[in-house]
T-cell receptor, first 113, second 113 residues
Framework: EAGVAQSPRYKIIEKRQSVAFWCNPISGHATLYWYQQILGQGPKLLIQFQNNGVVDDSQLPKDRFSAERLKGVDSTLKIQPAKLEDSAVYLC???????????FGPGTRLLVL | GENVEQHPSTLSVQEGDSAVIKCTYSDSASNYFPWYKQELGKRPQLIIDIRSNVGEKKDQRIAVTLNKTAKHFSLHITETQPEDSAVYFCAASTNFGNEKLTFGTGTRLTIIP
């Protein structure tokens, strides 16, 4: 079974610029998650989708971060404008229905200068 | 919200010895507890998980124990090998993993040959 795909793998931008990340979950997985992992810390949830609806976005900095999941499959996460503290790895994960197990993608490593 | 504490932050053991990592959680509604292994620059990978209706689960050299009363769970790795060296994260979730994972801060395990 193919895993969760993410792109790009690396991105370097200057502060105040915008950036977008893409995620393709495992086929058939209805639930999709975006996590932010700052160096030396555990991942922290930014947003959770069930199909194309938002389940939890309580920790998403909505003044600069946005996410969408059109057609309930692929998802994009956008940051505009980026700040230095946004430097982190952005991990996408997906799970199937009510099995609970979350499978992670390889992540996008973002460096904001 | 849920808070997960993880100890120790670093752990070094001789090859062949056992390693134990402990986590505590705060939300009594949490009922799903996975453990992820993350090698440097790679995605978190699920190694074992446990649901609140069981007290222990074992998979070859890896076992997890759960004490719901005390709200703590532990990862046990026996007969450690060099390839066990990585950062290990515990996590907790409600709804049997169909909601966000709250991660611990990670344990860097080093196996000394």
């Amino acid at each position: 079974e193919a895993g969760v795909a993410q792109s790009p793998r690396y991105k370097i931008i200057e502060k105040r610029q915008s950036v977008a990340f893409w995620c393709n979950p495992i086929s058939g997985h209805a639930t999709l998650y975006w996590y932010q992992q700052i160096l030396g810390q555990g991942p922290k949830l930014l947003i959770q989708f069930q199909n194309n609806g938002v389940v939890d976005d309580s920790q998403l900095p909505k003044d600069r971060f946005s996410a969408e999941r059109l057609k309930g499959v692929d998802s994009t996460l956008k940051i505009q404008p980026a700040k230095l503290e946004d430097s982190a790895v952005y991990l996408c994960a997906s799970s199937f229905g009510y099995s609970g197990t979350q499978y992670f993608g390889p992540g996008t490593r973002l460096l904001v200068l | 919200g849920e808070n997960v504490e993880q100890h120790p932050s670093t752990l070094s053991v001789q090859e062949g010895d056992s390693a134990v990592i402990k986590c505590t959680y705060s939300d009594s509604a949490s009922n799903y507890f996975p453990w992820y292994k993350q090698e440097l620059g790679k995605r978190p990978q699920l190694i074992i998980d446990i649901r609140s209706n069981v007290g222990e689960k074992k998979d070859q050299r890896i076992a997890v124990t759960l004490n719901k009363t005390a709200k703590h769970f532990s990862l046990h790795i026996t007969e450690t090998q060099p390839e066990d060296s990585a950062v290990y994260f515990c996590a907790a979730s409600t709804n049997f993993g169909n909601e966000k994972l709250t991660f611990g801060t990670g344990t860097r395990l080093t196996i000394i040959p």
